[in-house]
């Protein structure tokens, strides 16, 4: 397996190494030299200096085994996340999914769409669920991501870390990122949350292993109703394991609109949004959910287009729905504040067709003002 990858991305060259965030830019008259070389060649000096200053890495045998080069790709798309699957072993009532079903494509709609995230230029790539890790097929979806060159992130629950063959794939693949979400800080608390019987013990010893294995994990402290008590507990587990983190207070309504999550809330923890000041959703990032149907991200989810019945031809049109989604229709309408909105539309549209709860999501309604 190839432990430099050379990839264009966003207009750019990058030198990176699976499993490491950080990178190394090129030019492309260098992308080009490595492209080019024979598979039986040496590494170039520059190549030997770059892999050195930028990871300690010592280039000793010919350069088709050491580095993969990525074609080229006439979509502009770097970044992608993929629900591999939607089912889960937990069952939080502010899950912004709804209902959790365990369905999707089977191994070859897997591939083939790991085929079609490729070509579409996708360097990085976040696997989430659902739980990415109960996925029967996570671990061939993940290796074979890997093995195509796609830098991977891995948003979890930490269920499954603890398990043998997921620590050892994480020791052949090492993820970029491995993102954890943390429910509380004691057993009564974290079970309570999940619904889910033992899951805190479970979860301490995937936080363990990930320690061990010296994965590179980040914690994302999930407050609600259900455990904001435990806010600074949760924190100081976080530092305790000496893993970063960041803290999320505000729920959304799910995917499809309902505003089961927004009663879950912890009211007196809300914060402010920042100011929204667009983004790339549609035009250089998309989301693709079980089925193989991409959008623009995990929000903004209709219209969409179907990678695995009309392929990579597809994509093009998300950058038209991206600037579609984004116009100010129904409730936004002709609104006075938008140079200091904090929400962007397709949300606002979810919390409308929850119930228009203003104040969480509209200064006119009282949220950030």
Not at 76 to 95: H, K
Not at 311 to 318: D, K, M, N, S, Y
Request: charged share 25%; aromatic share 8%; glycine share 10%.
């Amino acid at each position: 397996m190839h432990r430099l990858i050379a990839s264009p991305f966003l207009g750019k060259y990058l030198l990176v190494q699976p499993g490491h965030p950080a990178g190394v830019r090129i030019s492309e008259a260098r992308y080009k030299e490595l492209r080019t070389r024979t598979a039986d060649a040496d590494a170039p000096a520059w190549l030997h200096d770059a892999a050195r200053q930028a990871w300690d890495m010592t280039l000793d045998r010919p350069l088709s085994t050491d580095l993969l080069v990525r074609e080229r790709s006439k979509y502009a798309y770097g970044r992608a996340s993929w629900e591999i699957n939607l089912g889960c072993d937990y069952d939080c009532e502010f899950c912004y999914l709804g209902e959790k079903r365990f369905e999707g494509l089977g191994w070859d709609g897997k591939r083939q769409l790991l085929h079609v995230m490729r070509d579409a230029g996708v360097l990085w790539l976040q696997i989430t669920g659902g739980e990415a890790l109960i996925d029967r097929e996570f671990g061939a979806a993940y290796s074979y991501a890997h093995q195509l060159g796609m830098m991977v992130q891995v948003s979890s629950n930490g269920s499954s870390l603890r398990k043998q063959p997921i620590r050892d794939l994480f020791a052949r693949h090492r993820p970029y990122r491995l993102t954890l979400s943390v429910y509380g800080a004691t057993a009564a608390t974290y079970d309570k949350v999940t619904r889910n019987r033992g899951a805190f013990g479970r979860f301490v010893k995937g936080l363990d292993a990930a320690r061990e294995d010296t994965l590179p994990v980040r914690l994302n402290v999930i407050v609600s109703d259900g455990n904001a008590h435990e806010v600074d507990a949760m924190v100081a587990l976080c530092e305790r394991y000496g893993f970063p983190h960041q803290v999320f207070t505000n729920m959304s309504p799910t995917i499809d609109g309902e505003a089961n999550p927004l009663a879950t809330q912890a009211e007196s923890h809300l914060k402010a949004r920042s100011i929204f000041t667009g983004c790339n959703a549609g035009h250089t990032f998309f989301h693709v959910n079980p089925h193989g149907i991409a959008s623009i991200c995990k929000v903004g989810r209709d219209p969409s287009v179907n990678l695995i019945t009309e392929g990579l031809e597809a994509l093009p049109r998300l950058g038209a729905i991206a600037e579609s989604l984004q116009l100010r229709t129904g409730g936004c309408s002709g609104c006075t504040k938008v140079g200091t909105c904090r929400t962007c539309r397709p949300l606002a549209k979810l919390y409308q067709e929850a119930g228009d709860r203003r104040e969480l999501y509209c200064q006119h309604g009282g949220y950030g003002s």
